[in-house]
């Protein structure tokens, strides 16, 4: 069993739909949560960042941390072409070393 | 402010060749990582140096892969020799913060990696 699992997709919606990416972890040490975004042939980009359980808005994107559950999820609302692209969940311990654990990437398509 | 460099962009070798992948970290950036992402997987860590030291190898074949990051600035990362599955985007981040640093985990600016084909 992977520590990180992301389905993978792929994800092909309505421009202006609310878009739901999801992962589940099985490590209960992790502490920090985050989300990336990576366009084609680019590197991940830091979109979203949580600590513990709870939401954080930023924006259209909502991060949601459930770790009773060990479920994150991200957001996106009203969502635009320019939101295509494989979005990474990412998790962390702590202390410690500053290793990201990432889920497999979910590739999102936008069609106006 | 300039991202983090990293060159060549593309390489495309025989199996059991040798390769070397150069990357320039964001400026005053002491903690780089190396990265493998296999297509359609998350980037996996090889190594991470704060300054010029190694702080974790735990994933890195060290039987065919090494890597040095002198001065505690620029790094490199040699696969000898290549295999096939080391087909993959090899991704270079850099982070501000030193790795025992408690309180808030600390952002990874990537750069937009080297993209290796084994063949």
């Known amino acids: 069993q992977k520590e990180v699992e992301q389905d993978p997709g792929p994800l092909s919606v309505p421009e202006g739909a609310i878009v739901s990416l999801n992962c589940t972890y099985s490590?209960?040490?992790?502490?920090?949560f985050m989300w990336y975004r990576q366009y084609s042939r680019k590197g991940p980009e830091l979109l979203m960042y949580?600590?513990?359980?709870g939401n954080k808005e930023d924006g259209r994107f909502t991060a949601q941390v459930d770790k009773s559950s060990k479920y994150i999820s991200l957001f996106i609302r009203d969502s635009q072409p320019s939101d295509s692209a494989t979005y990474l969940c990412?998790?962390?311990?702590?202390?410690?070393?500053?290793?990201?654990?990432f889920g497999q990437g979910t590739r999102l398509t936008i069609n106006p | 402010e300039a991202g983090v460099a990293q060159s060549p962009r593309y390489k495309i070798i025989e199996k059991r060749q040798s390769v070397a992948f150069w990357c320039n970290p964001i400026?005053?950036?002491?903690?780089l990582y190396w990265y493998q992402q296999i297509l359609g997987q998350g980037p996996k860590l090889l190594i991470q140096?704060?300054?010029?030291?190694?702080?974790?190898d735990s994933q890195l074949p060290k039987d065919r892969f090494s890597a040095e990051r002198l001065k505690g600035v620029d790094s490199t990362l040699k696969i000898q020799p290549a295999k096939l599955e080391d087909s993959a985007v090899y991704l270079c981040?850099?982070?501000?913060?030193?790795?025992?640093?408690?309180?808030?985990?600390?952002?990874?600016?990537f750069g937009p990696g080297t993209r290796l084909l084994v063949l």
């Open positions: 981040a850099s982070s501000f913060a030193f790795p025992t640093r408690q309180g808030r985990g600390e952002t990874q600016y």
């Open positions: 490590n209960s040490a992790f502490q920090y």
């Open positions: 949580t600590y513990s359980s």
């Open positions: 990412a998790m962390t311990w702590l202390r410690g070393a500053q290793k990201l654990v």
């Open positions: 400026s005053g950036h002491a903690t």
């Open positions: 140096f704060q300054n010029n030291g190694v702080v974790d």
